[in-house]
């Protein structure tokens, strides 16, 4: 439904108004629109004396779709406010709207791109034109007004969040859709050359936005410094067609070369570029922190440590399986040492480790970043129990390959899309001896069978409480609806602590940052 949104004023003036080449006269301008806009409905916003003075020109047309909406002078923010109400209260959800600020007040213009910001968001309103039929400027023009369209100005409003969003906190999936939206249409790239170019250099300058964003959620700080470079190069190559066809942009593109410039490294994984590189992950583990991006910040700074040794050690930084395995076991060994625990697997980095002269305060900072990083990577680890037990689904595709599976069954998604792919859950949280997979799993034939379930969970506490005076803790916050359900109905009749791990849920489809895990009051059983 498109609605026409147009203000009068006390003083009527026939004008001739040029539009698209056409000519239409009109006493108001919402009379000369009523000739050339396509249109469901018109609301025209008129005072007491406006009402009385000038639309009754636009009743003579006779229309039903005309209809007056009585607002307040505005001489105060009040009677404003109550226009704005007015206003919104108006239009539905998913109209498209052509304002008019030809006449009124000149506060007018300044409240319409309120109203307008506000109902794109609000009501997800298209702004389908913003005109102003400029009376004025027919005085040097044989008498003929022409009638500007300033809705490219309200892309303002779009492009500040979503650049803001970029630089504040690494998301740049709004800007790069923005950039996406100005790329020429098929019309004009058959019908126009220089179109051809103009959609190369867009689609370059949204797909590095695209990519770094990427690199930064999944703490990717090599590819970071690949694609910031990448992300230099691109705007700068784009800047003519982000001119011409992005304006607001154009002016906002130095803050984000200034945000994400410093982190701009070619050929990153370069011997001779090491030492730069572990520079610039100690400069983007400031930067999570200082957007409280915690848990890449922890993740990150736990690579770094292993990352800064392995240089120092000479072993291979991005070797996983050989380099940087040694220097985790080293320190791991440490961690053990100072516990006085019985080592199980040697390093050839042991001795390296062992004579540094600052080697307690990196098995210090060691274990209290493993610590961290293992309470963020599940949801409801942070209970540092001393033994993990799981429950998963049986079969060739249940979940137990996530507990169990070997090299790495886990996947992180984007849509349908495998972002990344990871070891089991007990292996990416360290558990250790802390599990054991042949006592502490309990597999499920069908997951969506409420009396199996049930009956396995409840079986399995009951023989822990029989035979360990243990605290037992349950967090039923993964799973099928049925597992949860069944664990929690075990857990309350075999009377353990319940937990739940929750967040503010903007998303309903997962719990994601923010994350806490909380008991659940379950007195009521003994109701």
């Known amino acids: 439904m498109t609605t026409i949104i147009t203000f009068l004023g ?5 004008t001739t108004y040029s539009f698209n080449g056409q000519n239409y006269d009109g006493e108001v301008f919402a009379e000369a629109l009523h000739q050339f806009c396509d249109y469901d409905s018109m609301l025209v916003c008129v005072t007491d004396e406006a009402k009385k003075r000038t639309f009754p020109i636009l009743e003579k047309l006779e229309d039903k779709r005309i209809q007056a909406v009585e607002i307040p002078i505005g001489k105060t923010s009040d009677e404003m406010w109550k226009t704005f109400q007015t206003i919104t209260e108006k239009v539905n959800e998913n109209d498209c709207v052509i304002f008019d600020i030809t006449h009124g007040l000149r506060s007018l213009p300044f409240l319409v791109f309120l109203f307008a910001a506000y109902l794109k968001t609000a009501k997800k309103v298209t702004i389908k034109a913003i005109y102003y039929g400029a009376w004025e400027l027919g005085f040097s023009n044989n008498g003929i007004a022409p009638v500007i369209d300033l809705s490219e100005f309200i892309g303002i409003l ?25 790329m020429p249409s098929g019309a004009e790239l058959r019908d126009d050359i220089s179109a051809r170019e103009l959609k190369k250099h867009l689609e370059k300058a949204s797909k ?11 703490t990717r700080p090599t590819e970071t410094m690949e694609q910031a470079t990448k992300l230099e190069e691109a705007l700068k190559e784009a800047a003519p067609s982000i001119a011409q066809r992005a304006q607001p942009f154009s002016i906002l593109t130095e803050k984000v070369v200034q945000q994400y410039g410093n982190f701009a490294l070619e050929n990153p994984r370069d011997d001779s570029q090491l030492v730069t590189n572990l520079w610039l992950q100690l400069e983007m583990i400031q930067w999570y922190s200082d957007k409280q991006q915690l848990v890449q910040a922890v993740t990150l700074t736990r690579e770094w440590i292993v990352s800064v040794l392995a240089l120092h050690f000479e072993e291979k930084i991005f070797d996983n ?17 100072q516990a006085k625990q019985p080592i199980n697997t040697i390093s050839r980095c042991d001795e390296k480790l062992h004579s540094l002269p600052n080697m307690v305060d990196f098995i210090n900072y060691w274990v209290l970043i493993s610590q961290l990083r293992n309470d963020f990577a599940l949801v409801g680890m942070n209970l540092q129990p001393d033994r993990v037990i799981f429950i998963a689904s049986d079969g060739e595709k249940g979940s137990k390959s996530q507990v169990i599976g070997e090299g790495t069954p886990c996947e992180v998604r984007r849509g349908a899309e495998v972002i990344e792919r990871l070891p089991n859950i007990p292996t990416q949280l360290e558990l250790g ?10 597999l499920v034939q069908n997951p969506d069978d409420l009396r199996e379930s049930y009956i396995k969970i409840h079986d399995f506490i009951s023989n822990l409480q029989s035979n360990s005076s243990d605290e037992i803790m349950a967090d039923y916050t993964g799973g099928t609806k049925s597992l949860s359900a069944s664990l929690a109905m075990a857990a309350i009749d075999c009377g353990i602590s319940l937990y739940i791990t929750i967040a503010a849920r903007d998303n309903l489809i997962k719990v994601e940052q923010g994350q806490v895990t909380r008991k659940v009051d379950t007195s009521f059983r003994s109701c």
């Open 158 to 182: 779009d492009w500040l969040p979503a650049t803001e969003r970029f630089i504040e906190i690494g998301d740049g999936k709004p800007l790069a859709d923005l950039l996406k939206k100005e």
């Open 208 to 218: 590095a936005i695209n990519s770094i964003s990427l690199a930064l959620s999944l």
């Open 321 to 337: 399986k050989d380099g940087r395995n040694e220097v985790e076991k080293a320190l791991n060994n440490g961690v053990k040492i």
């Open 10 to 14: 006390i003083q009527a003036k026939k």
């Open 433 to 442: 001896e802390r599990f054991q997979k042949q006592r502490d799993l309990i």
